[in-house]
């Protein structure tokens, strides 16, 4: 059962990755052109304040931002697909500032009100590592902590070596905890958007490049993720 969800995931992975390729290559080029459209000279009309200009030119800057890493993570997705972990890059990575990056998409991806965003960074540290892989794997469950937390607190820390991503959500059950890394598992929870892949990638990379992934996790109470590269 499990090699065939491993299959069935392989298939979806490779698949979904290629058919949005188009139209996210189409995305990107409006946001481009949107973006030239705004530094044109009294585009906005003179009774629009500054600030407003700000909130847009920033909305546009994230869009575009947003749309670069998706072309990544297709990219990095379909190399998964098919095996090809050589192919995906390696680079110097200032871990605190890309944890940082990610504790802010998470929040925008997943504004609410009710929860506490806290980011902590021991000491400055980089590595050498391919950065699409690890910003998956970080993504992943940095989305997940802001969609299953209604109210209270998600915190990301960073030292030497590790990233930790520790909620106060719904927590997990013992049933769904033991199946957590399985494809298209997605325990008690189909009323939240996704298909269950997410968790399942995050372990393949982590297998595949050495990293260990360390979950606890109560229901009720909240779950804790520490990824350890070194």
Not at 111 to 119: C, F, L, M
Not at 129 to 148: D, F, H, S
């Amino acid at each position: 059962r499990i090699q065939s969800g491993l299959e069935r995931e392989k298939r979806f992975t490779r698949d979904a990755s290629h058919e949005l390729r188009t139209p996210l290559a189409v995305m990107s080029g409006s946001l481009e052109g949107l973006k030239n459209i705004l530094k044109k000279p009294n585009l906005f009309h003179p009774n629009v304040d500054h600030r407003t200009k700000e909130r847009i030119e920033r909305a546009l800057k994230r869009c575009v931002r947003s749309a670069g890493l998706m072309e990544n993570l297709l990219r990095e997705l379909l190399l998964l697909a098919r095996g090809d972990y050589e192919k995906i890059e390696i680079e110097s990575i200032d871990c605190n500032h890309l944890l940082k990056t990610v504790a802010e998409d998470a929040k925008n991806a997943y504004p609410n009100d009710k929860i506490q965003v806290e980011v902590i960074q021991e000491a400055p540290w980089d590595i050498e590592a391919p950065l699409a892989a690890l910003r998956v794997v970080l993504n992943n469950i940095a989305t997940n902590a802001m969609k299953y937390t209604e109210s209270g607190r998600v915190t990301f820390s960073t030292g030497d070596g590790y990233f930790i991503i520790e909620d106060t959500g719904i927590g997990l059950d013992q049933e769904t905890f033991n199946s957590l890394f399985h494809p298209f598992s997605r325990g008690h929870h189909e009323d939240v958007e996704g298909f269950g892949l997410g968790l399942s990638i995050v372990k393949r990379f982590c297998d595949h490049y050495g990293w260990s992934i360390e979950v606890e996790s109560v229901k009720n109470s909240g779950s804790r993720f520490e990824i350890r590269l070194k």
